[in-house]
């Protein structure tokens, strides 16, 4: 297991090196001040020393982002499921759909408070709308995709509806369901931060919010490379699920196929 | 008595007459053959059966009642062998009892043995040969409850002798359960081995062009392959077939 | 106006940014562009709004020449490092205070008690908060302080909030036009030292040393549009409207009437900054820890570009 | 054409309807004020009667929209395809895809301004940004899901690795492209709105932003109702795009089970 | 000359040996069949000559160049059809011709003509039978320019009037063409109608267990079939691949 960490990971882990040292090196050189872009040393070592002081802002978006993020592909997942199942749902809701994609932060914000208070409840909304879109539209489309002889043995065997979706289509759209899951999980992250705006005393995007205010660029930073860290592993963890789940599929290519 | 019944079933793909005016049946208990040319319409027709295409006129009879466009009556080993790729060969196996019965884990480990293939259980699909994947499609349909059988050419990617050996077994578990069988070949001999009735179909638009009652004793064994009666009899199925095609 | 193209090529290209949308803080600039006042000094001025960008950064690191920028703001970024320098204050005293619905009954710091403050979740609102609590003897503890963050006024009060913090020349005029009467509380009844400069013109120290002509001429313009907007407060809002046709013009009309006056109010000449108010403020801020280091005052500001000033 | 889109479009439009009703009825029944929540009345008189007033921004809009999707998806196939033809370079940057995603628009907003100035770059940047995810993740996953036999035969026949990926991957990974570029058309739109925070002195999210702070609720809502009738349509029109490119799939459905 | 030589290949799929030093050739021009058990690595052996499959020992030679792990070198029809499914049949066929070659419309649509399927150019694989879709993959291979041609089990779903129809087309234009083909088939009879030698694997692990030289004369008439001596070598072939099976 860390062995296989270690072999993914050199190449990624290499490339940001390189980037920290082209960042670094630029900074020194173009003499850029620190108020306008710190260097990775500067926010490295704030972000060591600062650690007792935005720790639990660390912990509280976590929380967020697990709790959103399983509420919001649930969601995605329930939806698509439903709309799959129930043709005019599908064909009747599709604008409400893209709909919710497109109500800006700014104008949901304060009917969000006014209906829901500054609790929570509002937070996971944001993320939820965040999260499920990618989910339900990868899903649907997987499902559509369902491999036609396949469907077509299923249906004469006398699979019923049920049986169709959950020994046919649910697993062949298992890998799509995963690629709307990985955008998610990048997504939920960013979810977390931007609804820590709706009215949050904890949090990484409230510390952010407040190190901008005053003028704390390395702070800033140092918040992003944490919300980075996050996606990043979020993403992993995905990938990695993913892996478990599909084994019938990975483990197959590398034997049909090991010329070359 | 009578278990399916076709009835002037017509069914055309756009312009593309398929099959005319078809009729025939299949009595409880019996194995029937339908053998006809590449194209005619026979997939079509086991399509129109298990009520995943509608025919443009006609009706399918099951125990008296119309099965016209209603799925799950009947049990099928389709031409391709359609297994799930995320499923392992077991649990291939077992897929048609979970849809429509019990599952029968130990009978279908059985089979699995039976058909050669012991060792492959949990193995996917993507690790068998062509006539292996054939073979668990075949055993996953014979699992299957429903009392119609339909067989596409469920052989044809075998070797003479696991096929042989197949066709005895079939025999076999035919005789001790009474299903009715359709069955799709290209092989003339293996349709005579087989059935109790063989129905030549005309190239497309297809309607039934002759048929035979085989005439042979059950239980059959491989000798009457060798006999003069089997080779006569193929040869007037061969010659019916050759007529109609040129 | 009244310059031909030839002309108009040789004009100096300024940008200057705005804080956020355009309100009536920004009437003379839009003044003094509509009337030509930027052109006659010889310079063609781009107003832009920054959106999330933020006015000081941009203005510190050049990007824009000018822009509106606060007391509050200058004095963290400077101890920042931030090199941004204010030049003029558009309003003489603050006009920001703690707002609510009147049938909350908040009147005084006192009533404050008990209730529920909705902020954006900065350590200056508790300080203020305290600061004017004291004046009363109650105690900021007994206060809820919750984060409303892009919520408006309206909005939070309609749900649990009791009070918020608001500059009364554009909020307070809505609740007026609105018809929804509120109580108000500034800032500056009860602390002198919390009576800043809110918002101010800024520059970045680069301009003031190397192109102080320009920040002349600049400022000259600027003033005479401030000045427009004080004697003509209903020509100057239909300037702006003009300008931005998608404000409420009701609103800036309204706005603008209560504004007007309070440019200058009791001091003698637009704009004009003084040491003291920087400085307590400055100190106030140190002195609630809200602040790492104290401010060099003096360089935060000068009056030295407003016109009739010695240079 | 018409016929089709008559079929297509009752349904949502019904919904659409049903919405204003309840929408409009609850608003007078709970006497909601106008300054919290518009009726659609209100908005549908706001929006006819102010056209004159905002009509260039939304032909602002359109064309930051058109031009940024543009860009932004051809920089998410183009990653895509490199991702996947080069595995080092998969490997090695997928961190820096997701880093991408998660830097936060008030962070990068500055930066942008700063590096780019005001004009129409860092605009188009925010929405490639917002545009490209969606389709590389799902290209990328198409592309690997590629179907195992065809792999085999192209192989076996001596495709280049040019040509399998022209000949087979690529119209492969096509639904997966378009369930990308439906993700993306749909941000696309978001984008742009967000875009134009990043001063802009047009556009309808400058009309937003300006009816936001003067209190104009009603051209608040009329700015959504735009900006989601944009994204409909653009979805809409991808969606269209689909069926004309993917002909194979879409006819064959009907053909292969015509029996209900 | 010798066209294709396999060196003592061996290959095992984790614990499954599945080809045991396999050694043949195949001379320039020459026609050999390999018959063989369902699952006895057939498939396998051509994934190897194809390149796509690395075996664990030994070499493939072409035209005296190792081969091995390259790809590109031959002609090559699957088990399965694996037609590109958003291609109509017309350019499915053109594909092989793509990959390595010059399309030639013409030549391709008069071949699809002969192969019965007239009128199917435009359709897409979806849309024709089985036996149809594995005559596409034929004709597609049969276009392809490589020098040696790899067939497995490419009759198999058709009836035995349209199998015997290709057949002759087949040796029609391997008389005119002389290029060297390997056929995979489970049909001892087409094996020793159309071969010039017929090479006869064991079950898994495979290795060579016989070799057979055809003896009879070219061209082939289809009256060979009912020769006593056709009969007769065919129940040789028979009895050797029983002996092996038991
Ligand atoms: N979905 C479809 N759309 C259009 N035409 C179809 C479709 N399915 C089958 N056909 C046509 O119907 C005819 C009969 O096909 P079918 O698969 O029933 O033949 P078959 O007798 O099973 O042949 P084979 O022995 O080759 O499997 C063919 O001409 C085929 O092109
Ligand atoms: N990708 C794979 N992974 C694991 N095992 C495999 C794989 N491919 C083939 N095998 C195994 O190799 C053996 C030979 O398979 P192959 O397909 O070569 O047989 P074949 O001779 O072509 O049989 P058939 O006549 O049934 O097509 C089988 O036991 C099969 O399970
Ligand atoms: O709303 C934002 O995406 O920052
Ligand atoms: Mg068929
Ligand atoms: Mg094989």
Same mark, same amino acid.
């Given at each position: ?76 997942? /329930? ?140 702070? /800033? ?40 | ?14 312009? +593309? ?5 078809? +009729? ?12 006809? !040319? ?21 009706? *399918? ?19 391709? !062998? ?9 649990? +291939? ?31 996917? !699909? ?18 299957? !409850? ?61 309607? *039934? ?38 | ?35 030509? #006042? ?59 205070? &703690? ?53 408006? &006024? ?12 608001? #500059? ?144």
């Amino acid at each position: 297991m860390m062995n296989a960490l270690w072999k993914q990971g050199w190449r990624p882990a290499l490339v940001l090196i390189l980037l920290f040292i082209v960042w670094e090196t630029s900074v020194s050189m173009f003499d850029i001040p620190a108020w306008l872009l710190p260097s990775p040393t500067q926010i490295i070592e704030v972000g060591i020393t600062d650690w007792p002081g935005y720790s639990h802002h660390v912990w509280a978006t976590i929380q967020l982002i697990i709790v959103g993020f399983l509420i919001g592909s649930g969601t995605g997942i /329930v939806v698509a499921i439903a709309l799959h199942l129930v043709p005019f749902l599908r064909q009747a809701t599709y604008p409400l759909i893209i709909l919710s994609q497109n109500i800006p932060v700014i104008v949901l914000a304060p009917l969000l408070v006014v209906w829901f208070g500054f609790g929570m409840l509002p937070k996971i909304i944001v993320i939820t709308l965040v999260c499920f879109f990618p989910i339900a539209i990868a899903l649907l489309d997987g499902f559509r995709q369902t491999d036609r002889d396949l469907m077509h043995y299923m249906q004469m065997a006398g699979a019923t509806r049920q049986q169709l979706f959950w020994k046919l289509e649910w697993p062949h759209a298992l890998p799509s369901l995963f690629s709307g899951l990985k955008i998610s999980a990048t997504y939920s992250v960013m979810g977390a931060v931007i609804s820590e705006w709706l009215g949050a005393s904890r949090g990484i995007g409230y510390y952010m919010t407040l190190a901008s205010s005053s003028y704390r660029t390395d702070r /800033v930073f140092v918040a992003i490379i944490i919300i980075v860290a996050l996606s990043l592993l979020f993403f992993l963890l995905i990938n990695w699920l993913e892996k478990m789940t599909i084994r019938w599929r990975s483990s197959g290519e590398g034997g049909s196929s090991d010329a070359s | 008595m009578t278990h399916l019944e076709i009835q002037n079933i017509s069914k055309s793909f756009g312009e +593309n007459e398929v099959l005319d005016q078809l +009729n025939f049946s299949v009595h409880q208990g019996e194995f029937v053959s339908l053998l006809g !040319p590449s194209g005619s319409g026979k997939s079509t027709l086991f399509g129109i059966i298990g009520g995943m295409i509608l025919p443009n006129s006609g009706d *399918v009879i099951l125990n008296g009642e119309s099965i016209k466009g209603k799925r799950g009556s009947i049990s099928y080993t389709p031409q391709t !062998p359609s297994l799930l790729p995320w499923r392992t060969i077991l649990n +291939n196996v077992l897929l048609g009892q979970e849809l429509t019965g019990k599952k029968d884990r130990e009978k279908a480990l059985q089979m699995i043995d039976r058909a050669g293939l012991k060792s492959y259980e949990n193995s996917y !699909p993507h690790e068998l040969s062509g006539g292996m994947k054939q073979r668990v499609s075949f055993i996953r349909s014979v699992l299957s !409850p429903q009392s119609l059988i339909l067989l596409d050419e469920p052989f044809s990617a075998l070797d003479e002798f696991t096929r042989t050996d197949m066709q005895k077994w079939l025999l076999d578990m035919w005789e001790q359960t009474k299903r009715s069988i359709l069955f799709v070949t290209h092989n003339i001999e293996e349709a005579v081995f087989l059935s109790d009735r063989v129905i030549i179909l005309s190239p497309r638009p297809a309607s *039934v062009l002759k048929e035979f009652q085989v005439p042979f004793e059950r239980p059959r064994r491989e000798e009457l392959l060798l006999s003069d009666e089997f080779l006569q009899f193929k040869k007037e199925i061969y010659q019916e077939m050759r007529h109609a095609q040129v | 106006g009244g310059n031909d193209g030839e002309e108009s090529q040789e004009l100096e290209e300024i940008q200057f940014v705005l804080d956020w949308t355009p309100n009536t803080n920004h009437t003379g600039i839009y003044v003094a562009q509509d009337q030509g #006042y930027f052109e006659e000094e010889g310079l063609d001025v781009e107003i832009i709004m920054p959106g999330e960008a933020g006015a000081d950064q941009l203005i510190a690191s050049g990007q824009a020449d000018f822009g509106i920028s606060y007391q509050e703001g200058i004095t963290e970024a400077r101890v920042q490092d931030v090199p941004i320098v204010s030049i003029a204050a558009i309003i003489q005293h603050n006009t920001s205070g &703690f707002a609510s619905p009147e049938d909350k009954n908040i009147t005084s710091p006192k009533d404050f008690e008990g209730k529920k403050y909705g902020g954006w979740g900065a350590p200056l609102e508790e300080a203020v908060l305290s600061s004017i609590m004291q004046q009363e003897d109650a105690n900021v503890e007994e206060v809820e302080i919750v984060n409303i963050g892009d919520a408006d &006024f309206f909005a939070a009060v309609e749900r649990d909030v009791d009070f918020a913090w608001i #500059y009364y020349g554009w909020t307070g005029i809505e609740a007026e036009l609105r018809g929804t009467p509120i109580n108000m509380i500034y800032l500056t009844d009860y602390s002198e030292k919390l009576d800043y400069y809110t918002p101010v013109i800024a520059t970045s120290e680069d301009m003031i040393e190397n192109e102080s002509e320009t920040v002349q001429i600049f400022m000259n313009a600027a003033t005479k549009g401030y000045q427009f907007a004080i004697d003509h407060p209903e020509d100057a809002a239909d300037i702006l409207i003009e300008a931005v046709p998608d404000l409420d013009p009701e609103l800036v009309k309204a706005s603008q009437d209560w504004l007007s006056p309070r440019y200058q109010d009791d001091a003698e000449q637009w704009g004009i900054q003084e040491l003291e108010v920087w400085e307590n403020y400055a100190e106030w801020m140190l002195e609630h820890d809200l602040l790492e280091d104290p401010l060099d005052a003096e360089k935060a500001f000068t009056n030295e570009f407003l016109p009739g000033e010695e240079s």
